[in-house]
Structure formats: structure tokens, C-alpha cells
């Protein structure tokens, strides 16, 4: 008699569970992480003050999105602040949007860009401009049209390469602008 109720409960179990087709499930390409107000400080040391460490730059953002293989998306747009070992910002970026590649370390700015060189007085816009954090004079770099204003000078061109602190940079096009002659 329980063999015969236990055959009966497996039997309607069998019947009620649809084995007919399976739903595939997708895979989830969207961020790992997503935060708001965000403000990150990035310190590394420097070989002419040995081991100790200091605040190299600053990111700020309303938000940030944070993917599985580490590449970060600022679609809210995204402000930096470069300090120079003396804590003085050397240069800030601000742009509407802005993205991280992990893999190739490399920062790319959207959409009304503006780089302030605070040192130099010098200041670039364009709407595009990638970083590349450390040195080499092509640091900061863009294909697309830029202006890049100095103390005596304005500068219309495409392309541009600049070393981190701004302090050389080349227009690859000019194509115009306005220059003051010392005597």
C-alpha cells in the first residue's frame, strides 16, 4: 500500500514538472558596481622621495560604473585634479563623459573637454582627449580638433600630444591662430 502512494505522488510530480523546453538564460554585460557622489585619490611614490607616497591625482564624478574586467564608464561626466609632488594641482580635466580601459590604463574624456595646465596658464579643448597617466610626451593625447590657449597665444589645429604636466606640446595639423612676438 505506501509502494502503491509512492508511485502515485512521483507519478503526479512527473506530470506537473515541464521538461519540454528550457529557457536559456543571458549573460549580464552591464556594470559589477555603480556608485554616485564619487571621489577617489590616487597616490603613488616617487623615486626622488623614496618610498613615501603621495596624492598624484584626484577623480570626481556623480557616477561611476565599475565592470567585471575592471574598465569604469563616468557617464555623468568626470572632473581630474593632477598634483604635483609639492600637493599644488598642476592640471585639472573636466569633461561630460568619461571612460577607464584597465587594460590599456588609459583615461578617455568626452564631449566638451577642457584641460587646464594651472602651472603654465595653458588651456586645451577639444571633444575628445585621451590620458595616459606617467611620463613620455604623449601622455595626453587626441586625433580630433583642438584649441589650446597659452598666455600669448591661440592655437586651432587637429591633433595634439602633450607630456602629463603639460609643459610640451605639439599641434600635429595647425591650422590657424594668434601669436604675440616678443622683441
Request: proline share 3%; with cysteine.
Amino acid at each position: 500500500m505506501k509502494l502503491g502512494k509512492l508511485f502515485l505522488i512521483f507519478t503526479a510530480m512527473m506530470i506537473s514538472c515541464d521538461t519540454s523546453e528550457v529557457t536559456k538564460v543571458q549573460e549580464y554585460h552591464g556594470p559589477m558596481y555603480e556608485l554616485t557622489d564619487v571621489e577617489t585619490l590616487y597616490s603613488e611614490g616617487e623615486e626622488e622621495v623614496d618610498t613615501v607616497a603621495f596624492v598624484k591625482f584626484k577623480l570626481m564624478a556623480d557616477r561611476q560604473m565599475i565592470f567585471e574586467n575592471e574598465n569604469m564608464e563616468f557617464p555623468e561626466g568626470i572632473y581630474i585634479e593632477n598634483y604635483k609632488i609639492d600637493g599644488t594641482v598642476a592640471f585639472t580635466l573636466k569633461a561630460n563623459t568619461g571612460y577607464y580601459d584597465a587594460k590599456e590604463k588609459v583615461y578617455k574624456a568626452e564631449g566638451n573637454v577642457i584641460l587646464r595646465n594651472l602651472v603654465e596658464e595653458q588651456q586645451v579643448n577639444s571633444e575628445e582627449l585621451y590620458w595616459e597617466p606617467g611620463p613620455g610626451d604623449d601622455a595626453i593625447y587626441t586625433d580630433k580638433f583642438v584649441i589650446v590657449k597659452t598666455k600669448s597665444e591661440v592655437i586651432y589645429g587637429e591633433g595634439l600630444r602633450a607630456s602629463q604636466n603639460f609643459e610640451k606640446f605639439k599641434i600635429l595639423k595647425p591650422s590657424e591662430g594668434s601669436f604675440v612676438i616678443e622683441e
